[in-house]
Structure formats: C-alpha cells, structure tokens
C-alpha cells in the first residue's frame, strides 16, 4: 500500500487517522506541526500527505502543501480543516491540492470518507507515475534517433 505522512496538531485526530489508515495496510507517518512535517518531508518521500489547514498559523496547510509539492510534484495532498470555506478550498486546490475535506461534516464518518479519498489519491499517483513513465520511455528513442541523425 502506500506511504502516507498524517500532520495535525490535535493529537486525538492525528491518531484516529493514523490508526484508520493502518487498518487499510498504509505505512503512516506523524507529526504534530507544520514545521515538523516539513522537516519529515525532507527526510523522506511520501505518497499521500494528509494536512490540517490551521494549525501553528492559519496557513500551515499552506506550507506543507508547498513543501511537498517542491519535493514531488506527484505527491498527493489532502487538506483537512474544520474551518471550511468554499475559497480556503478553492486556494488549496489552485496551488496543487489533491482534495479538501472538512472535518466536521454532519451524518459522515470523516474516516472513512478520508480513507476512500487516499485510495482515490493512490490510484491517481499510480496513474502519473505511468503516465510519467511512457512519457520517459517515448523521450528515450526519440534521443537515440536525433543522436544517429547527426552522425
């Protein structure tokens, strides 16, 4: 399955989630900040970020979304917040944002809502990582051929 960074600074959900995506076969990863998901990012690859919107300052999503989109732009990030706004959503997804998804949604089980979006978010990764992939394998003749032109 996929390797999946979770920052949120309320301990209780970071948690809930790591333990909801581990029970689907995710490698889960945690931190407690923007500053310390970015230090993680770094570190390491991952395949799905998923991100609270607030957290040490109201752009702290913000922050993780772009860290994680200069080091792989085919990183899928999930913004999570419970201050939903249709242009907080629309800004997330403009920048790069695989999905926006609001923490308190009435009659849903977030959970598992976000679990289905991960599994969306995985399937669209595997999707460019092939699309990137034909796209490297079309690009290797093409050189050869120019290189046996000028010959």
Do not use: W
Not at 7 to 21: G, H, M, N, Q
């Amino acid at each position: 399955m996929g390797k999946i960074l979770v920052v949120d600074d309320e301990e209780l959900a970071r948690e809930a989630i790591k333990l909801r995506l581990e029970r689907d076969g995710h490698q889960v990863d945690t931190a407690a900040s923007a500053a310390e998901a970015i230090e993680k990012i770094r570190k390491a690859s991952y395949d799905v970020i998923i991100t609270d919107m607030v957290m040490e300052s109201e752009n702290s999503g913000m922050e993780v979304l772009k860290a994680a989109l200069l080091k792989d732009v085919l990183t899928e990030v999930i913004v999570l917040t419970a201050y939903g706004s249709v242009a907080n959503a629309v800004e997330c997804l403009k920048r790069g944002a695989y999905d926006y998804l609001e923490k308190n949604i009435p009659g849903v089980d977030v959970y598992d809502l976000l679990a289905l979006k991960v599994e969306r978010a995985m399937e669209h990764r595997s999707e460019s990582l092939g699309l990137l992939k034909r796209f490297q394998a079309f690009q290797q003749p093409v050189a050869v051929h120019q290189e046996e032109a000028l010959d």
